[in-house]
């Protein structure tokens, strides 16, 4: 059951473990007054992330839940149940690095999504760029993929390439990709969010 | 005279001095299949820009015009011959760090757009992110504008607000601004292009 209903946005939760700039981007995103989602709360399992800090200084509802002491299972719900409790039709993941529980992730099918800093399916997991470079690819990118059981293995929703350069690290190619990152989330996110929305009616 | 074309994307020049990180928000955001400008060339008044080398690496046309030893309009002359031959409908400034001739200013009357860090008008010119935190401002943010000959005043086309948070510095302050920057700036030229085309009819 979608809780998007006809003429409000849609109400997105990001959940994040960092700095936040994918999340960011979305905030800033949703500032459009044409932008068909709004940014709920942001959650974090590491309440000193910059991005909480960010996001309470924009206004925006926040939570940290550390993840130490207590099972992976009972993790997930105490977020699940945050996120539920602000309303969220939407989960964005955005550098947010935990395993998510089978139980938590099905319960947000569909309506759960994540940006990976590869063109899927290459490249899954970590060290993307690393990865990438060592190849000898001649580019690297990002994917926007709806979030299954199985680790960045969902449907792409949109991805973009970005040209490996001469001289390029890790770092340097992390830097472009991240500005292609923050145009492709925002995107993808609005487009679900529509297409969504055509197809319930609502 | 707007050359754009009704079914083709609007043409956009792209104006850098440095790291070009709103030009690569620009490209990036045109490999949308929806989006209605296309990136056509890029230059600069310094050969070693690294924006030049990125925009190259992504195939996109590239110039550098160094503006030593040549007067300004000389030089301006020089940037608009190349914008033209490259078929541009519009112009991008995007931390291109140079005063513009009137000459060329008016000869891209309301087809040339810039994007300044600040609410302007407060903080035209530089240093932005410094005065606003030393006025003690709750918010800095960014504009795109449509460029006149006076600097930072044209018209704004949109602006987004960036809360100031304790502690902040001006680095840490331009380093969240610039990720609003990227979203406003792909939207306002995307909605400027529309709206001429829905004004023009092509």
Redesign the interface.
């Known amino acids: 059951m979608t809780t998007v209903t006809n003429g409000g946005r849609a109400r997105i939760g990001v959940l994040i473990s960092g700095s936040g ?1 994918n999340m ?2 979305l905030l ?2 949703s ?2 007054a044409d932008c068909p989602f709004e940014i709920a709360v942001v959650g974090s399992n590491r309440a000193e992330a910059p991005g909480l ?2 996001a309470a ?3 925006i509802d926040t939570f940290a839940i550390p993840h130490g002491g207590i099972t992976r299972a009972d993790h997930d719900a105490a977020v699940d149940e945050r996120l539920r409790g602000a309303g969220c039709d939407y989960v964005a993941l955005a550098g947010y690095m935990r395993i998510l529980s089978a139980d938590f992730v099905a319960g947000w099918a569909g309506r759960m999504v994540n940006i990976h800093p590869s063109l899927l399916p290459a490249y899954k997991g970590l060290d993307t760029h690393a990865r990438a470079i060592a190849a000898g690819d001649s580019h690297g990118g990002c994917s926007v993929h709806l979030v299954t059981p199985e680790l960045d293995d969902g449907p792409v929703l ?1 991805q ?6 001469p001289g390029d690290d890790a770092g340097s190619l992390a830097t ?1 990709v991240l ?2 990152e ?3 989330y ?2 993808c996110l609005a487009a679900l969010v529509k297409a969504d929305r055509a197809r319930t009616g609502r």
């Open positions: 700039t960011a981007a800033y995103a500032r459009a800090a960010l200084g924009e206004g949109g973009t390439r970005v040209a490996i350069l472009r500005i292609a923050h145009q492709l925002a995107r």
